[in-house]
């Protein structure tokens, strides 16, 4: 089953209870929530008021996208606001292996996120610890950018690392999902499509929702 989670960095923040409702009412039960915070990459988006909103609109759960340095000092206060994942860059920190049990001891599950250009080595020592990995299929930072086609590789590299470790990890991919590359991606073992402008800029949100949903393996 590919799970889809809408990116609010492209919704209407003037109506977020409607954007809200929208997802809900396309048969969406997430939406990721992606954190900026102007030093980690160029852009701010916003924090955990984005997330309690959510929370407290009630209809659907989050994950939270930490694209921000020093993720070490945010992640308890993230906890807070209910998500069902953190996910927090490999590039971000020197202690990666700290950060992901400290997000696990808050009760939450941990994601780790690579940017375009890291190696998926990097995450050869701790796949057996987390629960998702997000690969960035954009340069982090903005929404409404082209997919990368060269990360397209990495996913199956993930899949195949976290099978040696006889893992079912969710493998999500982020940035420049349309429903052409969402095809790609599950083509090649991605299981959650983070999607933005392509999922609030549609027409016809629960077609569009379904569509994706139904992408199969066209490698
Ligand atoms: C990029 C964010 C993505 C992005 C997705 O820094 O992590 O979640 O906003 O948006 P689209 O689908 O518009 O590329
Ligand atoms: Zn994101």
Known sequence: MIIL???????????LGEELDSVAAAGLQQVHI???DGNFVPNISYGTNMAHAVRRHGQLKFDCHLMVAEPDRHVAA????G?????????????LHRLVYRIKELG???GVSLNP??????????IGDIDAVLLMTVNPG?????????????IWEVREMALAHGKDITLQVDGGITLETAKQCVAHGATHLVAGASFFQSLDRRAFAASIIEARAEA
Do not use: W
Not at 5 to 15: F, K
Not at 78 to 81: C, I, L
Not at 117 to 126: E, G, M, R, S, Y
Not at 142 to 154: A, C, D, E, N, T
């Open 78 to 81: 993230f906890a807070q606001t």
């Open 142 to 154: 903005f929404g409404g950018q082209k997919f990368i086609p060269s990360v397209l590789v990495k």
């Open 83 to 95: 998500p069902e994942l953190i996910t927090v860059h490999a590039e971000a920190t020197p202690h």
């Open 117 to 126: 250009a890291t190696p998926v080595n990097v995450l050869k020592c701790i």
């Open 34 to 36: 992606d954190v900026m």
């Open 5 to 15: 989670s809408p990116s609010l960095l492209a919704a209407d923040l003037l109506y």
């Open 108 to 110: 939450v599950q941990a």
